[in-house]
């Protein structure tokens, strides 16, 4: 740091009790608009340097509230019904971050839990000395303890139980906030098998590292998301292990707060049971009932279309995909409408999901056993419905949400549908079929078309398909989500701000951009089609193959004429979700992970932590 700053910041330190002896009214968060101020986190810091340079806790904390509030109008400053109020001061958190000792020890010494977890980058946590002092002891014993997670035995902890789980790695950059979603499932799987049901989770050491501002939520993420067990299991009482009855977070210096943690559960958890359950349970007649039974007596409405002469009319490249499944009544395919008006609407998201309850690849069927795990091709209709959950629990004042989840089983029989059919869809695009295993496309398409007519009535409307769309995307990106944004979505940031929130919360993606080649590969090869669906072959066998279908949906759902110099341009982002949607992107067995159901809901359902938006809507 340059001697200037150091000087200026010893002036700054030695005037703050000055000016507050002398009656002048300091406020925090003039700084918020620089480049590199993080806001939340900063402001923790900034607290802490007030009372460092002399200020009482509560002083320093009426800067960062009650003198700002007086400062700027008079609909803030007091706490009452009506009131506005941008930060909820809880009094666990203001108690943690003032007086851990206290803290700990109250946490510690609750009856209502049986294990201790603590979660630290080593055995000196600074929780507090009577555990440092045990681990210490603990370790000259079993060195090992300082770089593997162990279960010890004392009477002082909870059930006797401590587990330590050293977050090792935390000074490598390129390491995220997922090592403490990983390390918290292992710990807290390790107590569970030790006989424990009500864990508490402490967390030290982590607080003012950047990107790990939400560490203690994403420790819960992580518990919530190592503890679920299959809907088959749950209903037939045959679990694998123990599901925890109550779960403590003890988490000094880091936000934490439950009611939005048990939104995001409840979310996933609904995710991943639409998108990991077998598909004969989970048929699109079972998807929809599931989805109808979950939103019951919520905010988010829920229509469900399955008269198929309709469906025809309404959606004839999803029929077409369905064209074999309706030999077969439980197979019948759904269109699941949800959505959520806010009070006062400042930006509305359209989302279509892509839930095929099974995908055979039908005509261009799927061999040599690269049909397994074909289930799962619902996890972006999943993820869809798990965010809309999310969107019912949290009823945002200002966020619309209206989402259309297909969901189709793409058989084979003797009325599939076969490459080279032309089939006109909703927008009346003539759409040559390229590949019938490419049918995730198909099925979104007439639902983005009919959700892009609703969006050019709305203000500040955001487009998105979200999908298990394309090998291609797992081939690239591994086990991050992909998101293929349109030169608006791009220009008004929302790539970049699902990206950030994504790494906020452990849900991590990579940005992609459409390009001219993307519409180029779909380009009509005579004059019988207006466009091709796909390559004959799979997606890995062709450049740019989880890109370009987002340039087929943006051409067939017409949203390519609202392009950023078009009277009303639209943003739509195309998330594939191929490689994210199953743990470790095993399809047949891996658990789901509802991505990127936590990145959407960080970027849109509350602020994110640490994140500046300057864009503004054309
Ligand atoms: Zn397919």
């Known amino acids: 740091m340059p001697q200037r700053r150091i000087d200026n910041f010893a002036i700054g330190m030695a005037s703050v ?11 925090t968060g003039t700084d918020a608009p620089y480049p590199g101020v993080v806001l939340g986190e900063t402001l923790h810091r900034e607290l802490g340097l007030l009372v460092e340079a002399g200020l009482s806790p509560v002083e320093a904390i009426r800067m960062a509230t009650l003198n700002a509030a007086v400062l700027i109008a008079d609909e803030w400053g007091t706490i009452a019904p009506g009131q506005r109020a941008d930060l909820e001061l809880r009094e666990s958190a203001v108690i943690w971050a003032l007086q851990p000792e206290t803290a700990w ?26 555990l440092d002092a045990f681990l210490a002891a603990a370790a000259s014993v079993d060195q090992s303890l300082t770089s593997e997670q162990r279960l010890l035995q004392s009477a002082q902890w909870p059930g006797s139980r401590l587990v330590f789980a050293p977050l090792q790695g935390l000074d490598k950059d390129y390491l995220d906030v997922r090592m403490i979603a990983e390390a918290a499932g292992e710990a807290v799987t390790t107590a569970l098998r030790a006989g424990a049901r009500r864990p ?42 123990p599901i925890p009855e109550l779960v403590g977070i003890y988490a ?8 939005w943690s048990r939104a995001l559960e409840s979310g996933r958890c609904l995710a991943r049971d639409l998108a990991g359950t077998e598909p004969e349970a989970m048929a699109p007649p079972g998807f929809s009932d599931y989805c109808v039974a979950a939103f019951a007596g919520s905010p988010v409405e829920v229509t469900v279309t399955a008269d198929p002469d309709r469906l025809a009319e309404e959606y004839p490249l999803l029929m077409a995909v369905a064209r074999a499944s309706m030999t077969v009544q439980r197979h019948h395919p759904r269109v699941i409408r949800l959505s959520y008006r806010a009070p006062s609407p400042t930006r509305t998201l359209f989302l279509v999901g892509k839930a095929v309850t099974y995908d055979t690849g039908g005509a261009d069927l799927k061999v040599g056993g690269h049909m397994a795990g074909m289930s799962r091709d619902k996890g972006g209709g999943a993820a869809v419905a798990g965010f809309m959950r999310v969107v019912s629990e949290l009823a945002p004042q200002d966020l619309s949400v209206i989402a259309l989840v297909g969901a189709v089983r793409n058989s084979i029989g003797a009325e599939c549908f076969v490459a080279d059919e032309i089939i006109k869809a909703r927008g009346g695009k003539r759409v040559r079929i390229g590949n019938t295993d490419a049918e995730g496309r198909l099925v979104m398409a007439d639902l983005l078309t009919q959700l892009r007519e609703e969006a050019v009535t709305t203000a500040a409307p955001e487009l998105f398909t979200i999908a298990t769309l394309t090998g291609h995307a797992a081939l690239c990106h591994g086990p991050y989500s992909a998101y293929v944004e349109n030169p608006t979505a791009r220009s008004l940031g929302i790539g970049a701000k699902i990206a950030e929130s994504g790494d906020a919360w452990g849900d991590p993606g990579e940005v992609m951009r459409l390009r001219r080649e993307d519409w180029h590969q779909n380009r009509p090869r ?27 949906l943006s051409t067939v759902a017409g949203i390519d004429e609202h392009g950023l110099y078009s009277e009303r341009p639209l943003p739509y982002c195309h998330i ?4 994210s949607a199953m743990e470790q992107g095993d399809w047949q067995f891996g658990k789901p992970t509802g991505a990127p159901l936590m990145a959407l809901a960080g970027a849109y359902l509350r602020p994110a932590l640490g994140a500046i938006y300057s864009c503004r809507f054309p």
């Open 17 to 27: 009790p000055q000016l507050h002896k002398a009656g002048v009214m300091p406020v």
């Open 105 to 130: 020890h109250s946490a510690v010494s609750n009856s209502d839990y049986d294990a201790l977890i603590v979660l630290a980058p080593h055995i000196n946590t600074g929780l507090a000395a009577s």
């Open 200 to 241: 508490l989770l402490c967390l030290a050491g982590v607080a003012g590292r950047p990107g790990f501002a939400s560490a203690a939520q994403v420790a819960v993420a992580g518990i919530a998301q190592a503890t679920w067990q299959p809907l088959e299991a749950r209903s037939a009482g045959i679990l694998a292990a």
């Open 252 to 259: 000094p210096g880091l936000y934490f707060d439950a009611p």
């Open 526 to 552: 005579s004059s019988a089609e207006d466009l091709v669906s796909s390559n004959p072959g799979p997606s890995v066998g062709i450049k740019r193959g989880h890109q370009f279908p987002a340039a087929f």
């Open 576 to 579: 594939d979700v191929a490689g």
